[in-house]
T-cell receptor, first 113, second 111 residues
Framework: GAVVSQHPSWVICKSGTSVKIECRSL??????MFWYRQFPKQSLMLMAT?????????EQGVEKDKFLINHASLTLSTLTVTSAHPEDSSFYICSARHAYEQYFGPGTRLTVT | AQRVTQPEKLLSVFKGAPVELKCNYSYSGSPELFWYVQYSRQRLQLLLR??SRESIKGFTADLNKGETSFHLKKPFAQEEDSAMYYCALRLGKTSGSRLTFGEGTQLTVNP
């Protein structure tokens, strides 16, 4: 089956620094990837849709300058949280479309101290 | 805008009892409906979709367009069914069509 990986699985960073999260489709090519944010015991909130070779489409209320998305190849999308603050601490999940289905990565736990 | 509502945040049943996880949606067209499951410390995975009309792990879900519902049912719950369940809606099949998730229902099946 289609597998999506994320790296790192968890990261701790200091307030004001930037952190990059990678999302890879391991055995398929994905022209579209999605980035979600999940708070404890809550739903997944779509942050942005990442399109290979073009700009990402951000959901209303998501700061595009703070959450930089780059989809440089058909198997890799990255999310960079710039100038991170404690309120950015969350679980970030990516997913990739393949054959009309979405496959999810295992998520990245970000803690900003 | 489309919306998915799961009225129960927590649901607890005993092993062998029937279970029904409710899902209602608001959209005037014909969306695709899905149920996703997230077991403890595992990634989100697709459980079933309405167009497949299939039973997965004993679970079934019927799309009721009149009531705009897509409830998930299982006649005899098992302990391994304990997980977080999300109902989701998608408006189209194009690559950019995104999923809208409900808030999720935490199912606990007690021995």
């Amino acid at each position: 089956g289609a597998v999506v990986s994320q790296h790192p699985s968890w990261v701790i960073c200091k307030s004001g620094t930037s952190v990059k999260i990678e999302c890879r489709s391991l055995d398929f090519q994905a022209t579209t990837m999605f980035w979600y944010r999940q708070f404890p015991k809550q739903s997944l909130m779509l942050m942005a849709t990442s399109n290979e070779g073009s700009k990402a489409t951000y959901e209303q209320g998501v700061e595009k300058d703070k959450f930089l998305i780059n989809h440089a190849s058909l198997t890799l999308s990255t999310l960079t949280v710039t100038s991170a603050h404690p309120e950015d601490s969350s679980f970030y999940i990516c997913s990739a479309r393949h054959a009309y289905e979405q496959y999810f990565g295992p998520g990245t736990r970000l803690t900003v101290t | 805008a489309q919306r998915v509502t799961q009225p129960e945040k927590l649901l607890s049943v005993f092993k062998g009892a029937p279970v029904e996880l409710k899902c209602n949606y608001s959209y005037s067209g014909s969306p695709e409906l899905f149920w996703y499951v997230q077991y403890s410390r595992q990634r989100l995975q697709l459980l079933l979709r309405h167009i497949s009309r299939e039973s997965i792990k004993g679970f079934t879900a019927d799309l009721n367009k009149g009531e705009t519902s897509f409830h998930l049912k299982k006649p005899f719950a098992q302990e391994e069914d304990s997980a977080m369940y999300y109902c989701a809606l998608r408006l189209g099949k194009t690559s950019g069509s995104r999923l809208t998730f409900g808030e999720g229902t935490q199912l606990t099946v007690n021995p």
